[in-house]
């Protein structure tokens, strides 16, 4: 196969991946974008939460784990994009491994000698990076979101003890 018909496959199979994603992702019900509600919400200090009544709270709790479920689903999109690349990339460079420096070379550096000298493996080096960058700039959201929806039900049980 010639680099070109690789890129071509490489490309192929990618927006076949992402389709078969996005087609699970319909059929579980995992719809929508995040809410543009959520910053505010994030940014509620304990006098806001004080005067929030209680359906306001129900409503930024489902709010922040509506998100926080849509970024994990971002999140795992992401690493199996990671883990789909980096695959096809050790695919790729096993068979050409020995072709790159000498027996005292490392695996890890072969691999990247193969890589800067395959233009289909850098694109999935690219895919890599990027998803990875992704996955780094997300990972910490869905634990906060779901920090301050807890925090919105316990308040949601103080108010609800105050009625009574």
């Not at 505010?40 to 200090?45: A, P």
């Not at 129900?58 to 695959?87: D, K, M, P, R």
Request: proline share 2%; hydrophobic share 35%; charged share 25%.
């Amino acid at each position: 196969m010639n680099g070109e018909t690789e890129l071509k496959t490489i490309k192929d199979r990618k927006a076949h991946i992402k389709k078969t994603l996005n087609d699970m992702k319909t059929n579980w019900g995992i719809v929508g974008r995040p809410n543009i509600e959520v910053q505010h919400i994030l940014s509620l200090e304990r006098d806001d939460l004080k005067r929030m009544t209680l359906s306001e709270c129900c409503e930024n709790a489902f709010i922040l784990e509506s998100t926080s479920f849509y970024i994990q689903e971002q999140i795992n999109l992401y690493t199996a994009y990671v883990h789909w690349a980096t695959s096809n990339i050790d695919a790729m460079c096993c068979k050409h491994l020995e072709q790159y420096g000498n027996q005292f070379t490392q695996g890890i550096v072969k691999r990247n000698m193969f890589i800067r000298d395959n233009a289909p493996a850098q694109e999935l080096q690219k895919i890599v990076i990027e998803s990875q960058q992704r996955i780094d700039a997300l990972s910490y959201l869905p634990t906060r979101m779901n920090a301050m929806s807890r925090t919105l039900k316990y308040f949601i049980n103080m108010k609800q003890g105050e009625q009574t």
